[in-house]
């Protein structure tokens, strides 16, 4: 029983979250890595996509909640999240047509498509705040849990137990769909495969008559249909705040980098990788610990790696152990 | 325009701006924007040094910045004999064993002992290290941030001048500087931005949550300055006298008499500031960086070593901007972790070298104080452009407050604006680079 109770409690505090927060993030750092592999350049400007992906689901479910729309007991932004694709998505090409366009036909340095991105950066935080504000919003409107902790412990009759947000399994579940419709169209729809080659090969791609137009404009669309949905998914999870996604910036570049940037497959295991090694090391294990070991050992301290006020420093530890052993990434990046 | 007269042309015509500033809304706000815009100037010279001479993204601006700010409570706050008498020497102590421990895993690092060896011997040490730092550090923390924690709970500083911190602070931005450059400048160059990024951030992280050293989020306020208290002053006869003579308004006068102080301590670390790095730059050192920058390869083919003079330059530019941060923390006399933020610090800093044009001091120097007077002055510009934009439509209309509430972020976009523009169509900034 005590290791039926050990369980729930880790899936409780650290599993699901881990889960829930691990594929926002692998969402995230797919937009990025799809970027660097086709474009060539880290996109700082990726965490203020999430953001205006977000925001305009947010403004559209305020309006629809204003004629009445409501998703059952789904949360009603889910309704919306097309339309802030189709925006996000046009503002992407916006920014491709307007800046990065140029550079890519002067064939600049990486770096000062890196700048532009900041410029970009800017630009999207500044309308942002300018069109929602700085405050937090919350617009998560559907029921809940699916079943909570107390449900779930008179239903099997332990101490413990874990409940389900809705958010969480939306989250996961979306994250999962999502992943599998865009790992067959890169592996076996003749589109993915062309850029699929253009990363791998510019030149070879360019002499086998693929289009780099088209492939870069694909890869926008991706990126940012991928932003929004990383954005809104995380938004309804938590809380939408403007400023919180340049801090997420970081963990999804340490995602993207740990599974090798440019490699899809590793952008989506290294967002698992940084959310759970997060929960995991600020973790207080004592109950745990409690439930697991013989009475006279259990534990007087909190039994806590780190404090959780530093969870954020995880994934950059993480970000500089990888670049220091394996540059490269778990699964050696740079192609798609 | 010859670089001269374009330099001359500018300067002059932001002292006009100041000075417009001066008359029509007030002399304090004025110059309230030209102390900062010098401070602005001094941060944007240590980047330069690191992304114009060399080549160098750091994108742990905020981070060092914010190391300063902490020089400056360290230095100057009046120590706490209570804390420290509860905590002190467990703090001493831990910061003995981690200094011995660093020491001896090092030396293990650098031994000849075989790999297989090492790969034990290291991470055992660390935990082992982590271990004895917990048994000792965390109770003496808690005893001193259990001590009054509503109004003190930290050790507090030494009690010494403030302008001492601007000195220590540039030591101890470059002393962790050292590390972070041993570390990731090996990365490649957007790697390296990413990484720093990180570091500042953790940085700051440590900042805010370490109590005992800095109160954490609940702020250090009330830092001494080194210039005159306003109060002070209102109460000098002598300045009442001065005051009265030419009839100058007393609670006024008294503040812009404390700011013109400061803007004298602040352009005096500037003009030497500046006139050292400009030394630096055209001395065979600066040559040498640029050819660095400029091809590596060949640089090394020619004897040079990449790698240290890569970390000089981390060192030299971060130490700079620890001081600028320094001088902040003085200027604003309080110590607030939570207001270094990276579009704030880090990224605007950017935005000041690359106008004002990279590995061009004098385009630090106006990039910093164009790009700080503008970041001010986008506030009412921005409110001015809504409300003109908006004023057909009612007064009460929820969409207009809306806008007018959120005019502020106007310099956000201004900023990006800014950046994208000068990137396209003037890729080396105002003041290109010189022969």
């Not at chain 1, 589109?191 to 253009?198: C, D, E, L, Q, V």
Request: glycine letters at 10%.
């Amino acid at each position: 029983m005590d290791f039926f109770n050990a369980i729930a409690l880790v899936t409780n505090f650290i599993l699901l979250p881990g889960l829930t927060y691990g594929s926002q993030l692998a969402l995230g750092a797919l937009g990025v890595t799809l970027i660097y592999a086709v474009l060539r350049f880290s996109n700082f400007a990726h965490g203020e996509l999430m953001s205006f992906g977000a925001m305009v689901c947010i403004l559209f479910t305020w309006l629809g909640q204003s004629y009445g729309a409501s998703f059952g007991f789904l949360p009603t932004a889910l309704l919306f999240v097309p339309i802030a694709m189709i925006f996000t998505i046009l503002y992407c090409i916006l920014i491709e047509k307007f800046v990065f366009s140029y550079y890519r036909e002067k064939k600049s340095n990486p770096i000062i498509f890196l700048i532009a991105s900041i410029g970009v950066m800017f630009f999207t935080a500044g309308l942002i705040r300018f069109i929602i504000g700085p405050s937090d919003q919350s617009f998560n409107d559907g029921v809940r849990f699916i079943f909570t902790v107390r449900e779930f412990k008179t239903l099997t009759g332990l101490n413990e137990g874990f409940g389900l947000k809705t958010s969480q399994a939306i989250t996961i579940l979306t994250t999962i769909i999502l992943c599998s419709l865009l790992f067959f169209f890169l592996n076996k729809t003749r589109t993915g495969k062309s850029m699929r080659a253009f990363s791998d090969n510019e030149d070879l791609a360019l002499l086998s008559g693929i289009d780099p137009n088209k492939v870069v404009l694909l890869t926008w669309i991706i990126a940012g249909g991928l932003a929004t949905f990383a954005g809104v998914l995380y938004g309804l999870d938590k809380i939408y705040k403007p400023f919180i996604f340049l801090q997420m910036l970081l963990p999804i570049f340490s995602a993207a980098i740990v599974g090798g940037v440019g490699n899809p497959l590793g952008a989506f295991i290294g967002g698992y990788i940084i959310a759970l090694s997060e929960l995991f090391v600020t973790f207080a294990y004592k109950r745990v610990l409690g439930y697991m070991l013989p009475e006279n050992l259990e534990p007087t301290t909190m039994m806590q790696f780190l404090s959780t006020d530093y969870k954020f420093a995880v994934s950059f530890i993480i970000l500089v152990i990888v670049l220091i052993i394996k540059p490269t990434g778990i699964f050696s990046g740079k192609t798609i | 325009m010859t670089n001269i007269q374009r330099r001359t042309f500018i300067f002059v015509s932001f002292f006009i701006a100041i000075t417009f500033i001066g008359f029509f809304q007030s002399w304090n706000v004025a110059l309230g924007i030209l102390n900062l815009c010098i401070i602005s100037a001094i941060m944007a010279l240590g980047v330069n040094i690191q992304l114009g001479y060399a080549g160098i993204f750091n994108a742990g601006v905020m981070g060092f910045a914010a190391l300063g700010g902490l020089a400056a409570v360290i230095i100057s706050y009046p120590p706490v004999p209570e804390t420290i008498a509860l905590g002190g020497s467990g703090i001493f102590l831990s910061l003995v064993i981690l200094t011995v421990g660093a020491t001896i895993v090092t030396i293990i690092y650098k031994s000849t002992l075989s790999i297989n060896i090492k790969k034990i011997t290291i991470p055992l040490s660390i935990l082992t290290l982590i271990i004895l730092f917990n048994l000792i550090g965390s109770p003496a923390i808690e005893r001193i941030e259990a001590f009054k924690p509503a109004a003190s709970g930290f050790l507090g500083g030494f009690g010494l001048p403030i302008i001492l911190s601007w000195f220590v602070g540039g030591i101890l931005a470059g002393f962790v500087a050292f590390f972070i450059g041993k570390l990731t400048l090996g990365l490649r160059s957007d790697y390296l931005a990413i990484a720093t990024l990180g570091i500042a951030e953790v940085i700051i992280y440590f900042l805010k949550n370490e109590d005992w050293l800095t109160r954490g989020v609940k702020n250090v306020n009330g830092l001494p300055r080194p210039v005159p208290y306003e109060v002070d002053l209102q109460g000098n006869a002598w300045f009442i006298e001065f005051c009265e003579r030419y009839n100058f308004p007393l609670v006024e006068t008294s503040s812009i008499v404390v700011k013109i102080s400061y803007c004298f301590l602040f352009s005096g670390v500037l003009i030497t500031l500046f006139i050292l790095s400009e030394i630096a730059l055209k001395s065979p050192w600066g040559r040498m960086m640029r050819a660095i920058r400029d091809n590596e390869v060949s640089a090394r083919a020619m004897g040079k070593n990449v790698k240290a003079r890569h970390l000089e330059i981390f060192i030299i530019g971060s130490a700079i901007v620890g001081l600028a941060g320094a001088m902040l923390t003085t200027l604003e006399g309080q110590f607030t972790p939570t207001t270094y933020q990276p579009l704030r610090f880090t990224f605007t800093v950017w935005v000041m070298v690359i106008i004002g044009g990279t590995g061009n001091n004098y385009g630090s120097l106006i990039g910093g104080f164009l790009v700080w007077f503008l970041w001010v002055e986008a506030e009412p510009l921005g409110l001015y452009l809504v409300e003109l934009v908006t004023s057909p439509l009612n007064e009460t209309n929820p969409l207009r407050i809306q806008l007018i509430t959120n005019a502020a972020h106007m310099r956000y976009i201004m900023m990006g604006l800014l950046l994208l523009l000068v990137l396209r169509f003037a890729p080396k900034g105002i003041f290109p680079e010189g022969r």
